[in-house]
Structure formats: C-alpha cells, structure tokens
C-alpha cells in the first residue's frame, strides 16, 4: 500500500512564479514524523525540513514555507518567488515505523 | 568530518556476480539505512540496522544482505547480481528515531547489472 503520494510527477514554472508540491501520506500510527528532501541534477540528497505529527504549525523559511494538515493528512511545501536553482526533484517521506519516500516530484524552473 | 561515505561510486557487474557496497558513517550514528533509487522513482528502504549487530529488513530486502559489526559500518552484500538491482543505492545513517531523525545521505552508488 502507497504510504506517500506525490501526485504531482512533474512541474514547470517560470522563474518567479510561486509553486506548490503536494505530500499525502497514510498511517495509522498517532506518531510519525513526516520530512522533505531535495534532489539537484547532481544527485544528492538534501534535508529541508522535519516535522512530528503533534506539531501542526506551518513553517516558513526564507522563500519556503510548509502546511501541515492531519484532517487531510497532507504535508504541502511552498516555494515562493521560484529560482531557476529550486529545479531538482523533490520528496515528501514518512516515517511511523520504517522509512517510507513517495516518487518525488520533478520541478522545472524556467527563467 | 566527511559524513557518510560510500564506494565506488559507479561499478558495472555481470549477471551472477557478486558484490559489497561499502558505507561509512563518522558521526556517531546509531541508525544507518540502505535504499535503491531506482530511474525517476523514490528512494525504497532495503535494510536497516539501529546498532551494531542489530538489523533489519525494510521494503525491498530480496537479493541483499547486511551485516553491522561497528557503528561506522555498514555494508551492503549482493550476492547473484540481477539486472533487476541495477539502480543507485543511497547509505544514510540518523542519530535516532524522531524528532532527531534526520537523515544523513551519502552521495550514493550507481550499479549497472548486464
């Protein structure tokens, strides 16, 4: 069973457009954690942010932002005024018990 | 500190070969994981060990096999490659479970089975 849902397989925007990915994720833990990572062209894989599922306070960070809804059980990332350097696939994760990656999402930034 | 290492980088097999991915972490880790990207798709979690001598499997264990004898450590055994395991495996190694959960990925192996 699909425990993360990226819909979304890919997105092109033009540079300075905000852009929204969407993460559904399913379990029937109360406790989980819920993450997302970033993939450059390079291949690497980045840390962007963690949240537990206690904390339904959205983050924003600089240009990116977070909304984390339990009543929908989506966990949304936001990059506003989009840079030709956002490009990269990006992953929402779960983690209730292992670690689960959904399929990522391709984003294109054009200038 | 160099984080988690991981090689070769690249490695091209024949059906039937065998091979060991070698992954090491310097940061005291107590969590290390394996995953398999396979081409345009999300990580899948193989094995998994949460201390030395202690492993187990995730979603995609068949064909492979682990061993953590040291904390830095954790290697990751295919025995009769198949064209199947070609993809790029990732290493990464956390502090704990949680909210510290972070993960800590190497810059990954790309194995090409023929």
């Known amino acids: 069973a699909q425990k993360v849902t990226q819909a979304q397989t890919e997105i092109s925007v033009v540079e300075k457009e905000d852009v929204t990915l969407d993460c559904v994720y399913e379990?029937?833990?109360?406790?989980?954690?819920l993450f997302w990572y970033k993939q450059p062209p390079s291949g690497e894989l980045v840390f962007l942010i963690r949240?537990?599922?206690?904390?339904?306070q959205n983050e924003i960070s600089g240009r990116y932002s977070w909304n984390f809804q339990k009543s929908t059980s989506s966990f949304n990332f936001t990059i506003t005024a989009s840079q030709v350097v956002d490009s990269a696939v990006y992953f929402c994760?779960?983690?209730?018990?292992?670690?689960?990656f959904g399929s990522g999402t391709k984003l294109n930034v054009k200038p | 500190n160099a984080g988690v290492t991981q090689t070769p980088k690249f490695r091209i097999l024949k059906i039937g070969q065998s091979m060991t991915l070698q992954c090491t972490q310097d940061m005291n880790h107590n969590y290390m994981y394996w995953y398999r990207q396979d081409p345009g798709m999300g990580l899948k979690l193989i094995y998994y060990?949460?201390?030395?001598?202690?492993?187990d499997k995730g979603e995609v264990p068949n064909g492979y096999n682990v061993s953590r004898s040291t904390t830095e450590d954790f290697p990751l055994r295919l025995e009769l490659a198949a064209p199947s395991q070609t993809s790029v495996y990732f290493c990464a190694s956390s502090s704990s479970r949680g909210n510290y959960n972070e993960q800590f990925f190497g810059p990954g192996t790309r194995l090409t089975v023929l």
């Open positions: 949240r537990n599922s206690f904390d339904e």
């Open positions: 994760a779960l983690d209730f018990n292992k670690f689960y």
């Open positions: 060990s949460v201390g030395a001598g202690i492993t």
């Open positions: 379990t029937r833990d109360t406790t989980y954690y």
